[in-house]
């Protein structure tokens, strides 16, 4: 399984984004199953907000389960938190504590996302670099 970020979602529905092409190559090469958190689609959907259509091409992604969304509930607000707290420098935002909580608990180790300089420091469990794609 790989996480996907806002980011990459983003590019892969707005042609005119930088990054369209490169994570379109990403989505069509990906042998595994993509997932995200709905804090990350939630994201996404806003910097969509000037495209209906690409929203709806978004929603349709997970209507046809090329991407899944995995549970985010109460359980997992503390160890949201504590990430928030933990990189409270950076900072990091609730869509990418989420992502993180989520990785820890389903034991995935690869993210899609386009923000290097943020995910390139996040720890799985306190110890582990997330594998990072592009």
């Not at 933990?86 to 690869?110: C, H, K, N, S, W």
Request: aromatic share 4%.
């Amino acid at each position: 399984m790989i996480l996907v970020d806002a980011g990459p979602l983003v590019a892969i529905m707005d042609a005119d984004d930088e990054h369209h092409e490169e994570c379109l190559a990403v989505l069509h090469k990906t042998r595994g199953r993509l997932a995200s958190v709905l804090p990350a689609l939630t994201e996404a959907m806003y910097h969509l907000g000037d495209s209906p259509e690409a929203q709806d091409s978004l929603l349709k992604m997970i209507d046809e389960g090329t991407l899944s969304l995995l549970p985010l509930d109460a359980k997992d607000l503390g160890r949201v938190r504590e990430l928030m707290r933990q990189y409270l420098d950076l900072p990091m935002d609730f869509a990418d504590a989420a992502l993180i909580r989520v990785a820890e608990r389903e034991g995935v180790g690869t993210i899609f996302t386009l923000d290097r300089r943020d995910f390139s420091v996040y720890r799985l469990n306190g110890r582990t670099r997330p594998k990072l794609i592009p």
